[in-house]
């Protein structure tokens, strides 16, 4: 959920330049984008062409109004340290970590879910960058292509495109990093995408994994059906490396509704719950314990749980600290002493 002290929206007077504007671009084969250049301008910037999950893009001169809709889509911009260019964000997953909180603080929230057209272009923006594709719609923020009409530019996280050959198969941290280039690319700060891709590598080599195979559940939300980690989306590529075996990983798609049946058939050694503010990490863990099935589960009669914040569950710059704190609480389990 958004963090509570937040400076309230204002009236904006001011009508700001619009440099952006869409083109053809064709995708490659294998329907990942890269950024084409034109002739450099002034400044370092140069000018971007792009396919984004089959919308064409051009950026002809460095966003100065953004808005972000989803955390993903606002952290990668606070971690690229660029705050000052969004005026507006909405849709947060949860809580920014205490690095970007003071910057994430003084961004005005537009809406808790996904703003209305009305609300967005109060804001004035020149670009909206959004972590799903389903943000982008006639009844939500406006539809890709009524907004390029508007002179307003606009992203979607490659890694939730949804369309045939675009979604990756799998998700892969090189597409995570290829976005963190993509969207540095958009404002001209290549080389803050090459110190942070940098420290999120370290992170990762750093990744203790588990000494014995260790099997694991990834329980993201549902009661009746259990929501759950497959096996070509972030989970899977979190848990890989974290050096977890997926019991669901078999299953090819990003997350899966699956049945308590099949869950007590896995027995996994482990459960990763998702803690978010709808459905948090204890409600699962009751849930779990107070079901005759589960909590039979060997992980519910050992309480063999770690917690993940949603927020850092779907691609983007938090997967990587995800993957460390997952495997830090694997190796406290295993190192606890047995109980009876």
């Known amino acids: 959920m958004p963090r509570p002290t ?54 002809d001169a ?25 005026v507006g964000t909405a849709f947060a997953d949860g809580p ?11 961004i005005p929230v537009v809406s808790d879910k996904v703003p209305g057209q009305e609300a967005l272009l109060a804001l004035e923006p020149d670009f909206v960058y959004a972590g799903w594709e389903s943000n982008f719609s006639a009844d939500g923020a406006g539809d890709r292509a009524a907004l390029a009409a508007l002179g307003i530019g606009t992203y979607v996280s490659p890694a939730a495109c949804k369309e045939e050959g675009y979604q990756p198969d799998p998700l892969t941290f090189d597409v995570v990093e290829d976005e963190i280039r993509e969207v540095a690319s958009l404002f001209g700060v290549q080389d ?10 370290d992170t990762l080599a750093e990744v203790e994994k588990p000494a014995e195979p260790t099997t694991a559940l990834w329980y993201s939300s549902g009661t009746d059906s ?22 669901f990983g078999d299953v ?37 314990e107070s079901n005759p099935a589960t909590s039979q589960l060997t992980a519910v009669r050992e309480k063999r749980y770690v917690t993940v914040p949603f927020a850092a569950t779907e691609a983007g710059v938090r997967n990587a600290e995800a993957v460390a704190s ?4 694997v190796a406290a389990l295993d190192d606890a002493p047995d109980e009876g």
């Open 6 to 59: 937040r400076r309230p929206l204002v009236p904006l007077v001011a009508a700001a330049a619009l440099a952006l504007g869409l083109s053809a671009c064709a995708s490659d084969a294998s329907g990942t984008s890269s950024p084409t250049a034109a002739a450099s301008q002034p400044g370092g910037f140069t000018p971007v062409e792009l396919d984004n999950c089959g919308t064409p893009v051009t950026v």
């Open 326 to 329: 997952i495997a830090e609480q």
């Open 192 to 201: 803050r995408a090459e110190e942070l891709i940098a420290a999120q590598r």
């Open 62 to 86: 460095p966003p100065e109004r953004v808005v972000t809709i989803k955390s993903t889509s606002t952290e990668m911009l606070l971690a690229l340290g660029l705050e000052d260019r969004v």
């Open 252 to 288: 090819h798609d990003t997350w899966t509704s699956v049945g308590w049946e099949q869950v007590v058939a896995a027995d996994p050694d482990v459960i990763v719950l998702v803690d978010a503010s709808w459905n948090t990490a204890d409600s699962k863990i009751a849930l779990l």
């Open 226 to 247: 259990p929501y759950v980690g497959a096996g070509i989306g972030a989970p899977q590529m979190i848990l890989d490396a974290a050096g977890l075996t997926n019991v």
């Open 96 to 106: 920014v970590p205490d690095e970007w909180a003071d910057a994430y603080d003084a």
